[in-house]
């Protein structure tokens, strides 16, 4: 079997590669303008309509990424400092957790003031500098939009909960006490999982889907909508380039609040998602805010399925750009993995349903979500790199805007914490305490939460071997994961086979071949329960995407009428054998032209 070398026998990549590792020189801000191939292009996509479909996201949690002032915290001077980094991994948009006045009850999701940096982050003359320096280097910025709720502590609820006549009142939902016990509404994040609080000021309860410092906004009240599209247009006009919507499916209520039959909370989304009003709202949004600036939206969660995704994203309805779905998300979660037939079929129906029209984000995590390597790969040291590498290559080639949750270029992975008092979140703390006083089982709680708990995914950036992986000279708000000193982006950097360059080379490529972004999918193989192969074509341009989800070597016969144009685009292993069946290594990925 004939042997390739990659760099020996591709060499545009090859030359990418080694590109990706020269660093920058630094400007100003410790910035600089744009100097890379990739920055040139991804400043180009910049200014095209429509350019939220190419582009490649990059999520970045800010907590987490990078202190600048040694309190712990990662801030927007810690970013402005590793503008570079960002600009080297060829993504095209950042999108940033909360960065507003919070006291932090659910990590920045519980906003006290929506136009305020919150101190721990910076001032807005850093969020300014950000700003102008992704934009510099042709990265757009988009920020995430928390209205579903507020903090208790924003001065509308202060003032809302200070009198039942308040100007505010309506700007919240409330039972009066005196109609008795209000219908029951299930809580997330709720230590009783109860979303009503009493509140004995006024003598009324006020409704809150997350946590107790997270009431409900009234979306019913058009005063409290105006004075979100002002807040939205505050920050475009600044020039941000669009919005994450948290949680934006349950904004809509019906404030009668009607009983709910037994287990709804079960169902939580066909209950809670798409109230009555919930179109009327976006589109509303949509005419006097959106439609005004080039810019793009996503909705987190839609709806229940992809005929309800579809509402919010068919172009023709006029409300927002992209949906991404929690259906993927939700495999995996047991003690049991995930069969990858499954997980074909998931994605698979998605993207037939967005064949025509719509448009879908990809991803296999956030910081809702354990790391993508320990939950879809194998983060066994003798995996971790080929495995995440081959995770990163489905996400960089499939139909829809691939999202890149910061850590998994380096494939970052779950810490694991033995005991509660390691956890910060406050879903899993409360969510022990709710077990411990119904007499639960907490060991089977804690080894759950090894693997699925938030805060897997929420460990500071690994940026190099020092103390605290480089993330900072304090003591980080939340433990650094000990294997930093083995996986790190400076270790990284140095090797050109390492998941990072292995990043690099996948978001080059996709800029480099539109059949990656637009090009029509087809799942081949839908019964194998061991590879993932699909194919990718527009117009001419043809490409096998094949992907060996196993920790065994596998071999997988080309379906007949498919012919290798030459050697791959993209392969995590130095070896490829061109036959008429492939020899696949463990979690090998391979993007091949087709004839
Ligand atoms: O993360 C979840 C379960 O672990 C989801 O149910 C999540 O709460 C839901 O997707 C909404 O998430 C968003 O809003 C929350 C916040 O805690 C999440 O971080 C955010 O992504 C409340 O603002």
């Known amino acids: 079997m004939q042997i390739f070398r990659l760099a020996l026998t591709f060499p545009l990549l090859a030359g990418l590669a080694a590109g990706c590792s020269q660093p920058n020189k630094a400007g100003a801000d410790g910035a600089t303008a744009p100097t890379t191939a990739a920055a040139a292009d991804t400043a180009a996509l910049a200014k095209k309509p429509g350019w939220w479909k190419e582009t490649v996201v990059y999520q970045i949690y800010p907590r987490s990424f990078q202190d600048s002032n040694g309190d712990g915290e990662g801030d927007l001077r810690g970013i402005i400092s590793r503008l570079d980094y960002l600009q080297r991994l060829g993504v095209g948009t950042v999108w940033l957790n909360p960065i507003y006045a919070s006291p932090n009850d659910d990590s920045g999701y519980d906003i006290s003031d929506y136009r305020r940096i919150q101190p721990a982050f910076g001032t807005m003359q850093d969020f300014d500098a950000l700003l102008q320096g992704l934009h510099r280097r042709g990265i757009k910025l988009v920020m995430d939009l928390v209205v579903n709720h507020s903090s208790d502590e924003h001065e509308w609820f202060r003032q809302a909960r200070s009198s039942r006549s308040s100007p505010y009142r309506d700007y919240y939902h409330w039972w009066p006490a005196e109609r008795g016990k209000p219908t029951p509404r299930w809580s997330f994040f709720d230590v009783n999982s109860d979303a009503w609080r009493y509140d004995s ?261 690994q940026w190099d071997a020092s103390a605290q992986a480089g993330f900072s000279t304090g003591t980080p708000w939340l433990h650094v994961n000990p294997n930093y000193r083995a996986v790190n982006a400076a270790a990284q950097e140095a090797d050109s086979a390492s998941v990072l360059n292995h990043f690099r080379r996948a978001t080059a490529l996709r800029r480099a071949h539109p059949v990656l972004v637009h090009g029509q999918y087809r799942l081949l193989d839908a019964a194998n329960p061991h590879i993932y192969a699909y194919t990718r074509t527009l117009g001419a341009a043809r490409a096998l995407v094949v992907l060996n989800f196993t920790a065994e070597p596998r071999t997988w016969a080309l379906p007949a009428g498919l012919t290798p144009g030459g050697a791959p685009w993209l392969n995590n292993y130095p070896t490829f054998g061109p036959a008429a069946t492939l020899a696949l290594q463990p979690w090998q990925a391979l993007v091949l032209p087709l004839r």
């Open 201 to 461: 000021l006024t003598n009324s309860y006020y409704l809150h889907y997350f946590s107790r410092k997270q009431p409900d906004l009234n979306w019913e009240n058009p005063k409290l909508r105006q004075e979100i599209y002002r807040m939205m247009r505050f920050w475009l006009d600044k020039g941000i380039d669009g919005f994450r919507m948290d949680a934006f499916q349950f904004v809509a209520k019906d404030p009668r609040f009607p009983v709910l039959p037994p287990g709804y909370e079960k169902n939580i989304i066909r209950y809670y998602g798409n109230g009555p009003h919930l179109h009327d709202y976006i589109q509303e949004m949509n005419r006097e805010v959106l439609s005004k600036y080039n810019v793009m939206t996503v909705a987190e969660g839609a709806g229940s399925g992809p005929t309800d995704a579809m509402l919010f994203v068919d172009p023709a309805r006029k409300e927002l750009n992209m949906a991404y779905h929690f259906e993927g998300m939700d495999l995996a979660n047991g003690p049991d993995g995930y069969r990858l037939t499954d997980f074909k079929r998931i994605y698979t129906r998605w993207d037939s349903a967005f064949a025509r029209t719509g448009w879908l984000s990809i991803y296999l995590a956030n910081h809702d979500q354990p790391r993508m390597l320990s939950k879809f790969g194998d983060d066994r040291p003798a995996f971790r790199a080929a495995s995440a590498k081959l995770l990163n290559t489905f996400i960089l080639t499939m139909r829809g805007t691939p999202y890149c949750y910061n850590g998994d270029e380096l494939g970052m992975s779950n810490i694991r914490f033995k005991r509660i008092e390691d956890y910060r979140d406050m879903e899993t703390r409360n969510g022990y305490q709710r077990v411990k006083n119904r007499g639960g089982d907490l060991n089977a709680f804690l080894a759950q939460a090894k693997r699925t708990a938030r805060d897997n995914g929420r460990t500071p950036f």
